[in-house]
Antibody
């Protein structure tokens, strides 16, 4: 079971970025996936979750209207499209797999994380 | 939003000793809580879910207890690899929320 994030990097305030989370080793289309971020030296913050089919999505208030989560089950990949980025979005972004059927729950597999830096 | 608080912020423990970490929810979350371990430079690792069920491959020295608003993670005999930051997370309500973490360091 493996998750690999990509797409992070340096972006200017107000810019956009799309993160990808490529999955392998499990039946991807039957698990919800979540993005969690961690600002430098800080704790964990839930960002967004998507159901196994992609029909149901949830967002933290801090990113609602700016971030969009989606998935392509044919490519075993989840995406996080980020617009209107702010300095406070600077963080390591982790994707994580649910260890159950319901979208809300705990996460038994995490990617290595991808750093997003928002700075001019 | 359910606020998770953890205490203490830092716990200094000698190898082989017992460590008890606490997590409190601002309202009842039944048993819908998970605990994670995060070592420096690594992603979080799931230890406990459902308040007391160990995740796959987690040693028996890790145990969780509690329900409602008060929860405990106990590490019965600390090993060198257990010195890390521990987070609790509730999944009873949206938004999902994490506690601020407890750092367990070497005394």
């Amino acid at each position: 079971v493996q998750l690999v994030e990509s797409g992070g990097g340096l972006v200017q305030p107000g810019g956009s970025l799309r993160l990808s989370c490529a999955a392998s080793g499990f039946t991807f289309s039957t698990y919800a996936i979540t993005w969690v971020r961690q600002a430098p030296g800080k704790g964990l913050e839930w960002v967004s979750s998507i159901s196994d089919s992609g029909a149901i999505t949830y967002y933290a208030a801090s990113v609602t209207g700016r971030f969009t989560i989606s998935r392509d089950n044919s490519k075993n990949t989840v995406y996080l499209q980020m617009h209107s980025l702010r300095a406070e979005d600077t963080a390591i972004y982790y994707c994580a797999k649910r260890n159950g059927a319901v979208v809300a729950g705990s996460f038994d597999c995490w990617g290595q994380g991808d750093l997003v830096t928002v700075s001019s | 939003e359910i606020v998770m608080t953890q205490s203490p912020a830092t716990l200094s423990v000698s190898p082989g000793e017992r460590a008890t970490l606490s997590c409190r929810a601002s309202q009842s979350i039944s048993s819908n809580i998970a605990w994670y371990q995060q070592r420096p430079g690594q992603a979080p690792r799931l230890l406990i879910y459902g308040a007391s069920t160990r995740a796959t491959g987690i040693p028996a020295r890790f145990s969780g207890s509690g329900s409602g608003t008060e929860f405990t993670l106990t590490i019965s005999s600390l090993q060198s690899e257990d010195f890390a930051v521990y987070y609790c997370q509730q999944y009873n309500n949206w938004p999902l929320t994490f506690g601020p973490g407890t750092k367990v360091d070497i005394k």
